[in-house]
């Protein structure tokens, strides 16, 4: 089908070859983004006006909800009903290795041999704001290539988290009964960004409680009234499919909401600030890595320890050195 | 005691009596730090040579662990053995409301009582970096104030509260029996961070198992050899108090361990560095606020959404505009 892909492929070549359907230029070009290798950077900016056109959902719920079940339900849905798929799974990571935890998951095996269906787990590399940009970036090739949807994968907590979730068209918070008052807190924090609720398990005795919790908070909203749109409230046992159609049909009603009341083209607006953000916020953080990594800013931080300077003026100190830096 | 606080009170003037013991004023120096008042950056710095000598403790564990409590029972052993204590809750937060969703726990009531405890509940403002900035602060206040133990409580998860995490002295990583696989692998990720390992719920049927996964995954981290410290594993059951006293024991044993290791000093220059880079981003942050909160950008992003120009372009255009940005 494709001619061989050098192993030295510039982010240009790879970006041709992704555009005529080359699924290993899209994970070779994942790579070179994650790493932020700097022609990448280019590609991105070439690859972008090709792209807009898949619907971009985030599943995002707290530890033990069952979400990456449910997310491969929906792929697999999707599929039947002849839409090709990319899920971009962000895991937390340890800020040490580098490396993602949860990593590509066995119970998506099955997924895995549908050439229609392109997964990818993000780890964080230790940069705030880092994650951010490179998953909106990942969205984006995985858009550029066609996918018809595409799915974000988060743990619903921590700010970049939200940040990503955010960055979706049509956000699924998942929760499920049972699992204490902390999550339950960290999902009232996250209700807010919901388009759609899953009560996830809904077979467990609790979930009736749980939709009518959900209910309430959701009358106390003030989201729907400017929006137009209330969440509706799905529920669904991930592990055996039930559910699940009726939410990919509950998509599918969120995302022709967005286009009839013009909200689409706001939304993407806001999704369009955040990406932004992102990408400066990345570029930042490289910037302050480069500058407190010399030895002469480590002496100043010992000189810190021993209280004989203050850590706000050094880091008026900093604030101006990472301006003046150039490139990158 | 005091004379009464005049209600607009300038920063100073709230040092001045902060550091003479006043609670109220050390209350309202928190807030004034969290709100980012102009006048509150300049009394932090002349306050920082009165800070260091407290022990930091970081408290952190996923959601269901009772970490909570097992933070509220570690202050009233602390309390028993004569130390004063600070304790910093850092809640998963509404980007929305800005508002602390847990709030002050009703189980910390009997502690709220006694005038040598002082608890704060951290709200994230929906700010990037903005968190641990304001932690920092906060927890250098009430080093100031004179408190011996400050613990910040954090929920193990996502890239903020890593970094608080790692602000600490001491950081204690809460564990629980039978909490599923996602949360394993949360608790796998902040594992590196950990100088004391605690069991919770130690009576449940499973903890002898996770006590036995902790060692094997200790052996295989590469932390201990370098810093000659080998966490302990300290099993508790913290509704009953149980296992408490031989943590608080073990936290002295940490803190010893790095005064005569000389790792205190190499850590605390690390925290410094951190508290460095928190301030540094929160002040970036702030001026990306401020930059794309303009009608002209809106309109940028809105030409972005329509595919006219690229979001990589126009974030090079925001870099400059903030590193140009002065002052705020």
Request: charge should be negative; glycine fraction near 8%; hydrophobic fraction near 45%.
């Amino acid at each position: 089908m494709t001619t061989s892909l050098p192993r030295n492929a510039s982010a240009d070549q790879l970006a041709e070859r992704l555009l005529a359907g080359d699924r290993l230029a899209l994970a070779r070009l994942i790579s070179a983004v994650e790493a932020g290798r700097p022609d990448a950077r280019h590609t991105l900016r070439c690859l972008f006006p090709k792209t807009g056109r898949a619907h971009v959902v985030g599943v995002t719920g707290p530890p033990g909800s069952g979400k990456s079940t449910l997310a491969t339900r929906l792929a697999m849905t999707y599929r039947e009903r002849g839409s090709t798929v990319g899920i971009v799974a962000v895991d937390p990571t340890s800020p040490f290795t580098g490396g993602a935890i949860l990593g590509d998951r066995v119970r998506m095996m099955e997924l895995h041999s549908d050439p229609d269906v392109f997964m990818r787990s993000m780890a964080t590399r230790g940069v705030m704001g880092g994650l951010a940009r490179s998953t909106l970036d990942v969205v984006l090739l995985l858009d550029a290539f066609g996918k018809d949807v595409i799915m974000i994968e988060t743990v619903g907590v921590g700010q970049d988290e939200v940040e990503i979730a955010r960055a979706a068209d049509s956000t699924v918070v998942v929760g499920v009964p049972n699992l204490g008052d902390d999550i339950q807190a960290i999902k009232a924090g996250i209700l807010e960004i919901a388009d759609i609720l899953v009560v996830n398990k809904a077979d467990l005795a609790g979930a009736d409680r749980l939709v009518a919790d959900l209910r309430t908070m959701l009358q106390l909203s003030t989201t729907a009234p400017r929006t137009g749109w209330t969440p509706p409230i799905v529920q669904t046992v991930a592990t055996e499919g039930s559910g699940v159609s009726e939410l990919v049909d509950t998509l599918a009603e969120h995302r022709a909401h967005l286009e009839t009341s013009g909200n689409w083209r706001v939304r993407r607006a806001e999704s369009a600030r955040r990406q932004v953000r992102a990408i400066v916020e990345d570029r930042v953080q490289r910037r302050l890595e480069a500058v407190t990594a010399g030895e002469e800013w480590q002496a100043r931080f010992a000189s810190i320890a021993a209280r004989e300077q203050d850590p706000y003026s050094v880091a008026e100190e900093v604030l101006s050195a990472v301006a003046d830096l150039h490139g990158q």
